[in-house]
T-cell receptor, first 114, second 117 residues
Framework: AQSVTQLGSHVSVSEGALVLLRCNYSSSVPPYLFWYVQYPNQGLQLLLKYTSAATLVKGINGFEAEFKKSETSFHLTKPSAHMSDAAEYFCAVTVSGGYNKLIFGAGTRLAVHP | DAGVIQSPRHEVTEMGQEVTLRCKPISGHDYLFWYRQTMMRGLELLIYFNNNVPIDDSGMPEDRFSAKMPNASFSTLKIQPSEPRDSAVYFC???????????????FGPGTRLTVL
């Protein structure tokens, strides 16, 4: 069965600093991987997704993630944090067999301070 | 498109009452998902539908929970009777879905925050 582990439930960075949110997956078949963002009192919004094409995926708001099969990782990065990036971020993986069923990680809450 | 629409946005009820949450998916989307989000358990998939038919309800916590999709533009999640431990944010999501290897995006609604006293 697929699973996702997000390392660090809370991450705090200074405005302008690098953002790195970690995600490791477990899957017996090639996975499809996603990052979603959730702003306070809102639903989840897709940031980016990996679908077995390019291993470096660029998303919205300057975020990107790199699929590393050897490390079973799909970490999310942004070179320079902005105050508006403060939110909760979820990594997700599809379940083998398809039907678009997503398994979510526990989430990482990102705080950005001046 | 207006996106996925959920109602109500907030619901406060007393233990033992029936609660009905509503969802209107994006037009043309064949898949509809119900999720529950809590601090303790994170995001959990409760049930999903394909073309109005429930495909997997293994995430439904118990018989008090039921979900229906009478047509392509409407779904309900009902809890009867409600209990305090049902307090959570319930999200509805929809996607086009392209088949067994679909990587289509799920679009989420804003959620319903349920509080059971």
């Amino acid at each position: 069965a697929q699973s996702v582990t997000q390392l660090g439930s809370h991450v705090s960075v200074s405005e302008g600093a690098l953002v790195l949110l970690r995600c490791n997956y477990s899957s017996s078949v090639p996975p499809y991987l996603f990052w979603y963002v959730q702003y306070p009192n809102q639903g989840l919004q897709l940031l980016l997704k990996y679908t077995s094409a390019a291993t470096l995926v660029k998303g919205i708001n300057g975020f990107e993630a790199e699929f590393k099969k050897s490390e079973t990782s799909f970490h999310l990065t942004k070179p320079s944090a902005h105050m508006s990036d403060a939110a909760e971020y979820f990594c997700a993986v599809t379940v083998s067999g398809g039907y678009n069923k997503l398994i979510f990680g526990a989430g990482t809450r990102l705080a950005v301070h001046p | 498109d207006a996106g996925v629409i959920q109602s109500p946005r907030h619901e406060v009820t007393e233990m033992g009452q029936e609660v009905t949450l509503r969802c209107k998916p994006i037009s043309g989307h064949d898949y509809l998902f119900w999720y529950r989000q809590t601090m303790m358990r994170g995001l959990e998939l409760l049930i999903y539908f394909n073309n109005n038919v429930p495909i997997d309800d293994s995430g439904m916590p118990e018989d008090r929970f039921s979900a229906k999709m009478p047509n392509a533009s409407f779904s309900t999640l009902k809890i009867q009777p409600s209990e305090p431990r049902d307090s959570a944010v319930y999200f509805c999501a929809s996607s086009r879905g392209l088949g067994a290897t679909s990587t289509d995006t799920q679009y989420f609604g804003p959620g319903t925050r349920l509080t059971v006293l």
